[in-house]
């Protein structure tokens, strides 16, 4: 079967807290960009039939990541979320809060208020539930405004946390039955600006959330609302750099621990971290001194992590011509316990990184035996011209004994 999307067009996976991978190598669902209008589509992989999924003309929705794009209009393209158990995707499209089976059957289940901007949504395990995380619309205002579209520089990004805390602007963490739209769930998070949100697994009244690019990062990013209170999962107790910088949350498939990955602010040393959420236990495992191309880690139904960076072969950490930019797709088996990391390199996605659509953001299929990614790495191509397409390849049989 050929496990590869390649059309006329751009096409990307999901985001990696969602899973775009049906189960049983049935197919994957994607975001495909036609004329700056991007919509959902899933692929068959036993026929090669690639499906239209949404409906949307009206362009891209501004968002976290999309900050060009239109104020509720459009298709957000954060929002796609994929629930692999019943086949349903959610999504937004305006301020509505869509629910399509994969024949393209569309429901719409509720609607954001229009003083909200979102980000990255979260399915619950058993498809019962919806997050949708809004925040207060004045945090991603710009003094710069083009057309209805506001503008926003990357690399003022820090403004946003600092308005968030002078002028004391909250985020929700809205939760929505998937078959009634009723919203269950508006927890107010004071002052902070929520973009990941993710349900435990087995438990729908556990959510981690983040706050997004914040001072302090070492104390600020990673949080969990256990359906009581708000905890922070990384905290200055256990002896961590207020200022160190981590990222990229993520629960193993049992809910008994989560990943993540970041920097130490005094070494600058690059590690991957888990915390045992059983015995609350933190571990964080420096990688080699050389590895320092970003990149991001998911985990598998096994325990094994995929990333799209730091890894670098010997001939590349010696040579100065290299570039910045993290060019390998590899498997890490961790032992937590010994603090060691064995690599395993599949191959080169060759990405361009040119914003966040291009970022490989690897998973695992279901059953944790391929990796998915999307790469433009055959842009030079007359043939491809620079589009996005989405790769597999097997994870190596070494990794998985």
């Known amino acids: 079967m050929n496990y590869n999307v390649r059309e006329d067009f751009d096409c990307q996976m999901l985001y990696f807290t969602s899973s775009s991978c049906l189960r049983n190598n049935k197919g994957i669902v994607f975001i495909g960009e036609k004329n700056e209008n991007p919509n959902v589509y899933w692929k068959e992989f036993s026929t090669g039939k690639v499906t239209k999924i ?3 003309n009206d362009g891209i929705m501004k968002s976290y990541v999309y900050f060009n794009g239109e104020i509720n209009k459009g298709l957000a393209k954060a929002s796609v979320c994929l629930d692999n158990l019943n086949e349903q995707v959610y999504y937004l499209q305006g301020r509505d809060i869509c629910k399509a089976d994969l ?29 949708v995380p809004t925040t207060d619309m004045r945090a991603l205002e710009s003094p710069r405004i083009e057309g209805r579209a506001t503008r926003f520089n990357m690399n003022n ?34 002052r902070a600006w929520i973009t990941h949100v993710q349900f435990h697994p087995k438990d729908n009244n556990i959510i981690m959330y983040n706050h997004e690019w914040p001072a302090n990062c ?21 002896g961590r750099g207020i200022n160190d910088w981590v990222c990229h949350e993520m629960w193993s498939d049992d809910g008994e621990s989560l990943i993540y990955h970041g920097s130490h602010d005094k070494s600058g040393d690059y590690f991957v971290g888990r915390i045992d959420m059983v015995t609350g236990k933190s571990t964080e495992i420096e990688l080699p001194k050389e590895y320092r ?4 880690f998911t985990i598998s139904c096994d325990g094994l992590l995929v990333s799209d960076g730091y890894y670098q072969t ?3 950490i010696s040579d100065s011509s290299a ?30 990184w040119g914003n966040q659509d291009y970022h490989p953001h690897p998973i695992f299929s279901p059953d944790g035996k391929r990796v998915y990614y999307t790469s433009d790495k055959n842009r030079k191509t007359e043939e491809h011209n620079g589009k996005l397409e989405i790769y597999s390849c097997e994870v190596p049989a070494e990794a998985l004994r």
């Open 314 to 316: 010997e001939k590349e």
């Open 157 to 190: 990004r820090k403004e946003i946390d600092e308005r968030v805390q002078k002028e004391f602007l909250n985020s929700y963490l809205r939760v929505y039955d998937t078959k009634t739209g009723e919203e269950i769930l508006c927890e107010r998070v004071p």
């Open 103 to 131: 024949d393209g059957n569309i429901t719409v289940l509720a609607q954001i208020p229009e003083d909200q901007v979102t980000a990255f949504m979260h399915v619950s395990g058993d498809g019962t539930r919806l997050c």
């Open 54 to 56: 949404s409906q949307n």
């Open 293 to 296: 191309k970003y990149g991001h």
């Open 218 to 238: 070492g104390i600020r990013r990673m949080w969990l609302w256990n359906g009581e209170y708000h905890k922070a999962l990384r905290t200055i107790d256990e």
């Open 323 to 352: 570039g910045n930019q993290a060019k390998w797709i590899s498997v890490q088996k961790v032992n937590w316990d010994a603090g060691t990391i064995d690599w395993y390199p599949i191959e080169e996605h060759n990405s361009s």
